[in-house]
């Protein structure tokens, strides 16, 4: 697995693909990779005939009270998970790089960014669409592949795109769980084992509520199962995310909710 640490190298690299008719995904993450990460360059390599994960920790989109100085980092552990589902390459860029000395431009958002994560994290959107057009330039892959874990986070890169034209299609890539339910999430390394018996009930009262076609009761039930706070727990538009009206196709359920140092996030379709 070639490793990639300069955007001309990332350029030269995929120019060289090109010229002998492969075809390219790329696979955005942060690091501290676990089966969710994994799952995108599986299904990145069953799309195209190369795919390149990328593992950049992402100054921008952490507000000043967020996590950025304690986010696990595991590089030696991530290179092997990489290799063995036989990543092509990994690009790995040092921050001067991707936000030299000077670096002033933001990519701007609006409609989808702004409801639920928003409202509770608004620094958030701007950094993550911020490096992901810069990365989507540099590789001009054929394909990106995004979790929908992150649901809104989806809805927001593929607005961008269109909106900006960058020639790459963004493929939604289903949440992985592990055996019960929990989303994978690289913040769960956080929860203590009192913590991961209060954080599977996420997943089962939004399945609950999304059986039932309400969320109600959800917000209750989930501070009556230990959760600490929780911002959102709501049934949406699920391209929109602004609450379901005559116009709306798909209806989904997302929460975010806080427990010890975690804030937990999920979705699912109702
Ligand atoms: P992150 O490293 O947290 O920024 O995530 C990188 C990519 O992995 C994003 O597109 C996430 O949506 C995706 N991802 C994270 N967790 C999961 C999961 N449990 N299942 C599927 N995709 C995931």
């Known amino acids: 697995m070639k490793q990639i640490e ?6 030269g690299f995929v120019q060289e693909n090109r010229k002998s008719g492969k075809t390219i995904s790329f696979v955005p993450t942060m690091g501290a990779l676990h089966e969710g990460h994994l799952e995108l360059v599986r299904e990145g390599l069953s799309r195209t005939d ?36 036989s990543a092509s390459a990994v690009y ?32 958030m959107f701007e950094g993550v669409a911020t490096v992901v057009a810069k990365m989507l330039l540099q590789c001009l892959p054929d394909i990106a592949l995004f979790g929908e874990k992150d649901w809104q986070q989806l809805q927001v890169i593929k607005q961008m795109v269109r909106d900006l034209d960058i020639p790459v299609d963004i493929i939604g890539v289903p949440t992985v769980r592990d055996e019960n339910g929990l989303a994978l999430s690289s913040r769960n390394a956080y929860l203590t ?31 009556q199962a230990g959760f600490e706070k929780v911002d959102y727990v709501t049934i949406r538009d699920a391209v929109t995310l602004q609450p379901p009206d005559a116009k709306t196709k798909e209806r ?13 996030i999920d979705n699912m379709p109702v």
């Open 252 to 264: 989904r359920i997302l929460a975010a909710a806080y427990l010890g140092r975690a804030r937990l």
């Open 92 to 123: 790995l860029p040092n921050s001067q790089d991707i936000y030299p000395d000077g670096f002033v431009t933001k990519v701007s958002l609006g409609g989808v960014a702004l409801p639920l994560e928003g409202e509770f994290r608004p620094v």
């Open 193 to 223: 084992k009192e913590q991961y018996a209060i954080a599977i009930q996420l997943n089962k009262i939004l399945k609950e509520a999304a059986a039932s076609g309400t969320e109600k009761d959800a917000a209750q039930k989930l501070l």
């Open 50 to 85: 190369i795919c390149i994960p990328y593992i950049f920790l992402n100054s921008k989109q952490f507000a000043a009270n967020e996590d950025l100085a304690s986010y696990p980092k595991t590089l030696e552990g991530d290179l092997q998970k990489l290799k063995s589902v």
């Open 6 to 11: 300069s955007p001309a190298a990332l350029r």
